[in-house]
């Protein structure tokens, strides 16, 4: 089963995952916005709360891309974005990988909890189990962590990450935030 990508309006990601579906009918088997879930204080108390990790972005999955391509080519919404190309963005092994290892079947990164033993991150629970080389930064105030896409290819797939193509995952410089609560630090 391949994965692609569609950019869509942002704030509209949901109503946008409906059409394609709806368009793409048993060609799309999952199409879904990311979500992150994040640890806020709110009116003194903790709670956690979702956010789009990607937003404007569709992730979607189907055996037949052709069929589903040119379904959403023939939507007369002005919503939906295709690759540079006009086709639908194929995400690489690497990224692909990479929302498998993070994402839950609901599409949302669950937040994890870890502490830092010597200098060193340990992740006890969560989607980050067992990924400690992909987080580039940790922040212990905001209760999150910047993964490193770039690294994705070496940590999950291990294979050279040279050989990796372009990635269509639109990830900011400083990385891909996600939550991360670190309970002790020795």
Same mark, same amino acid.
């Given at each position: 089963?391949?994965? +692609?990508? %569609?950019?869509?309006?942002?704030?509209?990601?949901?109503?946008?995952?409906?059409?394609?579906?709806?368009?793409?009918?048993?060609?799309?088997?999952?199409? +879904?916005?990311?979500?992150?879930?994040?640890?806020?204080?709110?009116?003194?108390?903790?709670?956690?709360?979702?956010? #789009?990790?990607?937003?404007?972005?569709?992730?979607?999955?189907?055996?037949?891309?052709?069929? %589903?391509?040119?379904?959403?080519? $023939?939507?007369?919404?002005?919503?939906?974005?295709?690759?540079?190309?006009?086709?639908?963005?194929?995400?690489?092994?690497?990224?692909?990988?990479?929302?498998?290892?993070?994402?839950?079947?609901?599409?949302?990164?669950?937040?994890? $909890?870890? $502490?830092? %033993?010597?200098?060193?991150?340990?992740?006890?629970?969560? #989607?980050? %189990?067992?990924?400690?080389?992909?987080?580039?930064?940790?922040?212990?105030?905001?209760?999150?962590?910047?993964?490193?896409?770039?690294?994705?290819?070496?940590?999950?797939?291990?294979?050279?990450?040279?050989?990796?193509?372009?990635?269509?995952?639109?990830?900011?410089?400083?990385?891909?935030?996600?939550?991360?609560?670190?309970?002790?630090?020795?």
């Amino acid at each position: 089963m391949a994965r +692609f990508v %569609v950019q869509v309006v942002p704030s509209r990601e949901d109503a946008a995952a409906r059409r394609v579906a709806a368009l793409g009918g048993d060609a799309v088997q999952a199409c +879904f916005p990311l979500r992150r879930q994040m640890l806020r204080k709110k009116a003194g108390a903790w709670s956690y709360a979702l956010e #789009p990790l990607f937003p404007g972005y569709l992730f979607l999955a189907s055996d037949d891309p052709e069929a %589903v391509d040119q379904a959403l080519r $023939r939507s007369t919404q002005p919503d939906l974005v295709l690759g540079a190309d006009g086709r639908l963005a194929t995400l690489s092994d690497a990224e692909a990988a990479l929302v498998r290892a993070l994402a839950d079947a609901e599409g949302v990164v669950r937040s994890s $909890r870890g $502490r830092i %033993v010597e200098g060193d991150l340990v992740v006890e629970s969560g #989607p980050l %189990v067992g990924l400690e080389r992909l987080v580039r930064r940790v922040d212990r105030h905001h209760r999150a962590a910047w993964l490193d896409p770039s690294c994705a290819a070496e940590v999950l797939l291990g294979v050279d990450p040279s050989r990796v193509a372009a990635s269509v995952l639109p990830a900011a410089s400083h990385g891909i935030k996600v939550g991360l609560e670190v309970v002790s630090k020795s």
